[in-house]
T-cell receptor, first 110, second 113 residues
Framework: GQSLEQPSEVTAVEGAIVQINCTYQTSGFYGLSWYQQHDGGAPTFLSY????GLEETGRFSSFLSRSDSYGYLLLQELQMKDSASYFC???????????FGSGTRLLVRP | NAGVTQTPKFQVLKTGQSMTLQCAQD?????MYWYRQDPGMGLRLIYY???????DKGEVPNGYNVSRLNKREFSLRLESAAPSQTSVYFC????????????FGPGTRLTVT
């Protein structure tokens, strides 16, 4: 079967850097995605890694190590609006239907 | 360009009642999805449609049926609602197989009493 593990909660201070980890177990691997969801809102796509290494998009970066079945989302220069839940997700198969982790709730404090 | 729209936003049902959740997208996407999200949990795929005229089961399909009416619309039906189906339901779409970027609708909050 397939599963993903990520911490349930992370707290950080405004302006700091925070890393949200995700480990996965899959029968085949088709990449690792990250989504953000604010309370009461819909998930929004942040990033996708198919190959090893770091992908940077503004203040957010995502890293993948396929040999370790591990990835992380790095948020820099944290802002209060970054308080949200962050989900990692992997495709079940080549159809790219996604399985989501249970989410990491990030609380940014002043 | 509205993206993905869902109706209704909120719904309360009694056990045994039926209802259909509607979803439409205006991005000309091929693939559409229905997820449920329970409190403090991630999203679980109920059903998936790779293209018009095709549907496939996801992780938790029991108690649900779907219809891909045309390329734009994908509906989810609960034939006989149960309290265990109390959840937030999200519809999503993507360009097609091979695209991991999914666009989500605002969700339907369903309570079954």
């Amino acid at each position: 079967g397939q599963s993903l593990e990520q911490p349930s909660e992370v707290t950080a201070v405004e302006g700091a850097i925070v890393q949200i980890n995700c480990t996965y177990q899959t029968s085949g691997f088709y990449g690792l995605s990250w989504y953000q969801q604010h309370d009461g809102g819909a998930p929004t796509f942040l990033s996708y890694n198919a190959l090893d290494g770091l992908e940077e998009t503004g203040r957010f970066s995502s890293f993948l190590s396929r040999s370790d079945s591990y990835g992380y989302l790095l948020l820099q220069e944290l802002q209060m609006k970054d308080s949200a839940s962050y989900f990692c997700a992997v495709p079940m198969d080549s159809s790219y239907k996604l399985i989501f982790g249970s989410g990491t709730r990030l609380l940014v404090r002043p | 360009n509205a993206g993905v729209t869902q109706t209704p936003k909120f719904q309360v049902l009694k056990t045994g009642q039926s209802m259909t959740l509607q979803c439409a997208q205006d991005m000309n996407h091929n693939s559409m999805y229905w997820y449920r999200q329970d409190p403090g949990m991630g999203l679980r795929l109920i059903y998936y449609s790779a293209s018009e005229g095709t549907t496939d089961k996801g992780e938790v399909p029991n108690g649900y049926n779907v219809s891909r009416l045309n390329k734009r619309e994908f509906s989810l039906r609960l034939e006989s609602a149960a309290p265990s189906q109390t959840s937030v339901y999200f519809c999503a779409s993507s360009a097609g197989t091979g695209s991991t970027k999914q666009y989500f609708g605002p969700g339907t909050r369903l309570t079954v009493t």
